[in-house]
Structures are given as structure tokens and as C-alpha cells.
């Protein structure tokens, strides 16, 4: 199975400001026939269930607020909030569906200093 | 608007097997593949697998195969995961989630509790 590594386990960032999560995969994620790479980002809140975010790395969900941006191929990616909001307290998760095996990454905890 | 609603929460003695509905509604159910994700409390993601609704065809994580079975009913739109032979690690909260790039739309949880 591809291994989702994620950095930092978790962080504390000031209302405004950038928050950056990295996610790391054991192998490409980047899909030849497309040259896309199958990887996700979700949202989860307390007692929620998960939210996705972003798909192919970069495509935002509709609906899903612009400061919420992703990048990344192959096996290095980046979620990245550019002014974080205090609605966005959450853990951030990874996803890749390259295989048919999907795995997760251990998630990122975001929180307001 | 397209709604995954789970049946509700369970508890399970060790050994025993467990059936999670999820039903969908708002969209044509056989267009899309289901996957079922658990979290126990406290911890991260983890898949077990998907079901295309169309075709019945499945596949399962490692982890569970042998153990777990998804089905589904198109009359009623409805998906199931089954898990057998239960232990307390299996206490979790079981989601379906709607398959198209990444899990777009998510069942609320069911909650399996695992308990003698």
C-alpha cells in the first residue's frame, strides 16, 4: 500500500495568517494517463464527518473557499490556507486514490494561537 | 441535494457481525461507487473499501478481507457493509462516503460500539 506521511502533526497558527501542511507519499501519485495526480484534502470538525477540500491536488470542491489552495505532484504535496479563519480549526487529512488500495494520511491538527 | 443517511449506532458483543445501511438519495445511486472509511475515537482515516452499485463488484482493504462484505440494494438506493467476527478493535465510527474524485459526499457516522 502507498504510505501518506503527513507534516506537521499539528499547528497553531494566528487569525490572518498562512497555514501550510505538507503530505508525503511512499510512491507517484501522478496518474500518466491524465497527468493529474490522484490526491485529496479533507476537512474534518469535531464530531463531523470528513469534508472534501481539494481533488486532483489543486481542484477545489465547489463551494470550497478560495483560501483553501493546493499543489504538489508526484510525491510531495501541500494544503495551504492563506488566511486562516477561525471557522477552519479542524484536522486536515490526505488521501490518495492512484491505487486501489486508498490511504490516508495520519491528518494535521490546526488550531488558533 | 444529495444525502448519505447511516443507520444508527450499534453495539456488538465480540464475535458477533454487524450491518451498516447507508442510504442515498439525490443523485442516481448506481452512477457512483461507495467507500466505507472507519475512525475509531481519538484516531485517523482508515478505508475498507469500495462497491460499485452498478455492477455489485467490490474491493476490499487487506486489512478486512475475508471479514468485511458490501452490498447494496438499487430499489431502494441503499449500500451495506457487513463486518464479521468483531473485537474491541473494531469499535468505531463506520462512514460510506460517495465516490467521484476523492469522497465528495459522506454519510453522518455510525457509531459500532464492541463491547462484552
Known amino acids: 500500500d502507498i504510505v501518506m506521511t503527513q507534516s506537521p502533526d499539528s499547528l497553531a497558527v494566528s487569525l490572518g495568517e498562512r497555514a501550510t501542511i505538507n503530505c508525503k507519499s511512499s510512491q507517484s501519485v501522478l496518474y500518466s494517463s491524465n497527468n493529474k495526480n490522484s490526491l485529496a484534502w479533507y476537512q474534518q470538525k469535531p464530531g463531523q464527518p470528513p469534508k472534501l477540500l481539494i481533488y486532483w491536488a489543486s481542484t477545489r470542491k465547489s463551494g470550497v473557499p478560495d483560501r483553501f489552495s493546493g499543489s504538489g505532484s508526484g510525491t510531495d504535496f501541500t494544503l495551504t490556507i492563506s488566511s486562516l479563519q477561525a471557522e477552519d480549526v479542524a484536522i486536515y487529512y490526505c488521501q490518495q486514490y492512484y491505487t486501489s488500495s486508498w490511504t490516508f494520511g495520519q491528518g494535521t491538527k490546526v488550531e488558533i494561537k | 441535494q444529495v444525502q448519505l443517511v447511516q443507520s444508527g449506532a450499534e453495539v456488538k458483543k465480540p464475535g458477533a457481525s454487524v450491518k451498516v445501511s447507508c442510504k442515498s438519495s439525490g443523485y442516481t445511486f448506481i452512477s457512483y461507487d461507495i467507500n466505507w472509511v472507519r475512525q475509531a475515537n481519538g484516531q485517523g482515516l482508515e478505508w475498507m473499501g469500495w462497491m460499485n452499485p452498478n455492477t455489485g463488484t467490490t474491493g476490499y482493504a487487506q486489512k478486512f478481507q475475508g471479514r468485511v462484505t458490501m452490498t447494496r440494494n438499487t430499489s431502494i438506493s441503499t449500500a451495506y457493509m457487513e463486518l464479521n467476527s468483531l473485537t474491541s478493535e473494531d469499535t468505531a465510527v463506520y462512514y460510506c462516503?460517495?465516490?467521484?474524485?476523492?469522497?465528495?459526499?459522506w454519510g453522518q457516522g455510525t457509531l459500532v460500539t464492541v463491547s462484552s
Open positions: 462516503a460517495r465516490t467521484s474524485w476523492g469522497l465528495d459526499y
